[in-house]
DNA sequence: CGTCTTACTATACAACCGTTCAGTAAGGAG
DNA sequence: CTCCTTACTGAACGGTTGTATAGTAAGACG
């Protein structure tokens, strides 16, 4: 029947029931709904249906592309993930000094409501979930690395001796702990405190650090 | 029929089909069981099935003294954190001072692979749950007092002046950021290894900080 | 226009979710 | 012993979970 019914351009057409996307688009697709879900409801909202509802698609487009709902989550971890670590230290930059890395992680990119509440629970899921360990492992290694080396860059300039690597795990334990606090009650914080908070902490230890707010 | 027959004492009597006990302790054994299921599951083994099972119970007795499984999660949650919070300032002893919170906290009372497990899985839920946020606030408030109380003596002593309010949360985040990379990964921490992280980032604060392990 | 690939839909499935409720029986009171 | 309170069971409810699968159709290609 279609097609024997001379159109006017965009008018009788009947349109496509449904649209085909490539299966790197439509993968994103779903990982940017799974992201909305999780930001929305937490784990017990990154459901199928709540998923593919949000993305427009049906049921079975999950499994079609990522194998399982846990698949997906896999993916969605490392969406969430990949480009925080892309915004500390982007490509092509110099490496980011120590405040420049405390004040892009509390910056306005990383720093959202959607985001803490996307962290919160993908935290709560890693432990008792090992396909994400894996994921965490690899980006985590990244994460304190860079920290690692700021640390380092630093010491070097104020001719202090710090052990740069246990160091690391510190000031991430403090950057994350902030998330935690305000991602759990956002009234507690805001940007600009926990960047003073991190601050009032490391100056001690370093001397005076010039944050480009606080030049 | 039951009781005409004699019995010898512990022989033939037909045993009960199940244990009566009072609103209190049965109470008591749903959260025990609740806390079982958010360790090996996280939050979405906290379900009616997976905790009757564990506690030896019919479905029904959750809502029967909870309302709710929201209401057994706000149970758990407190019975979480108000044995953690007594054993950092127990009663009757003077307050703690903050070397002494902070190796109380990794000791071998609160840091268990267990604790680890059901802290993430709660904190991952609070966000999302209106329910867990007012329980969450209550302990919180105490937790923090407790740690700006040893931070005030601590200053007082070194005649420092600092705003204990605010160092308060950073010491909180610290705290709980290493729990967090602890639960996530139990390789890369021990206990002895947070310890000295805290006490790394605090003594350039504060001056030496003399632990009751390292005299 | 027809053909082909495959992204996609939609249904079906068994297992499980939290809650309700009518009935049962444990165990203290008298 | 009998009575009575109530902690408790267990089946049933409608809804949701993740996945499998058979069939449909979008859209590129010739």
Known sequence: MRGTIPTLK??????????????????????????????R????????DNICREAGASRGLITHHFGSIDGLLAAVYAAA????????APEGETSPSLM????RVFGTYNFTRDSLNVWLALWGEIATNPALQAEHRRHYARYRATVARAIDDLARARGLSVDSQDL????????????????????????????????????????????????
Chains 1, 2 share one sequence.
């Open 10 to 39: 965009g008018t009788a057409m009947p349109e496509p029931r449904f649209r085909r996307y490539s299966s790197e688009v439509r993968a994103a697709m779903l990982v940017d709904a799974g992201l909305a879900c999780l930001a």
């Open 41 to 48: 409801g937490g784990i017990t909202a990154f459901t199928t």
């Open 81 to 88: 993930y990949q480009p925080m670590l892309d915004s500390l």
């Open 100 to 103: 420049q890395i405390i004040e």
């Open 168 to 215: 690391a795990i510190s000031v991430i334990a403090l950057i994350d702990g902030l998330w935690l606090e305000q991602g759990i009650d956002p009234e507690l914080l805001s940007p600009t405190r926990s960047i003073d908070a991190c601050r009032r902490m490391l100056e001690p230890i370093f001397g005076p650090l010039a944050g480009s707010l606080a030049p």
